[in-house]
């Protein structure tokens, strides 16, 4: 904890606009905020076009973010590049709001093994359910490999993960060696489980029906 509160800056990205549901982050803000302890509060930015979620939250600190970036085809990076010069903090812990499961312990988890690892980035990682090996880019009526193999044994098949952005840590001064999906090279990925990432309506309303199962 102490180490969070001196060399971290939780960053929260909450862009105004969602297709797939609307004001998708204004319904789930509530989840990622409500596992801070208070603590870290001052260690917590949003970063948002939303007046409403502006408003709402005002008791925290707010990064509000340029329409250039709050586009749909705006990536996380372009964010940070426009935010690197506003956090004081060396790293930076991002937290979507589309992962409502996520709790603090994993959050300290991942920043354990961020520092374990002297790591300068660092996202998740989960089982794939279809090896890449299996898969086909669509050709007409033909296909042709996603990956250029004679392999016919399963177990040939070289372990594969699926990146996740449950957990995203990383170093202010590499944000221009991340990618736009914020890894590199010498990215590490930590492993966890499949967690819901929430991105259409039937995701809502499917984790809004096991938390009543749950209660």
Do not use: W
């Not at 709001?97 to 374990?116: D, G, Q």
């Not at 990956?147 to 170093?171: G, V």
């Not at 060696?177 to 990432?197: A, E, H, R, S």
């Amino acid at each position: 904890m102490a180490s969070i509160k001196e060399k971290y800056t939780i960053v929260i990205p909450a862009r105004k606009g969602s297709k797939g549901i609307p004001h998708k982050n204004r319904k789930l803000m509530g989840y990622t905020l409500g596992i801070i302890p208070n603590i870290l509060k001052k260690n917590v930015v949003i970063a948002t076009d939303d007046e409403f979620i502006i408003d709402k939250y005002s008791d925290y600190n707010i990064f509000k973010r340029s329409n250039k970036v709050s586009m749909d085809h705006s990536s996380t990076k372009s964010l940070f590049l426009e935010m690197k010069g506003h956090v004081e903090n060396s790293n930076i812990i991002m937290l979507y709001l589309t992962y409502p499961e996520r709790s603090f312990e994993h959050i300290l988890n991942a920043v354990e093994f961020y520092e374990k690892n002297k790591a300068t980035s660092l996202l998740c990682s989960k089982k794939t359910k279809t090896s890449p090996f299996l898969m086909m880019y669509e050709n007409g009526i033909n296909g042709k490999q996603i990956i250029n193999h004679d392999l016919h044994r399963r177990q040939d098949y070289p372990i594969c993960f699926e990146i996740s952005h449950f957990i995203s840590i990383f170093k202010i001064k590499e944000i221009d060696n991340l990618n736009n999906n914020m890894y590199n090279k010498d990215t590490i990925f930590l492993p966890v489980d499949d967690f819901i990432d929430i991105d259409t309506t039937k995701d809502l309303e499917s984790f809004n029906g096991n938390c009543k199962k749950i209660n």
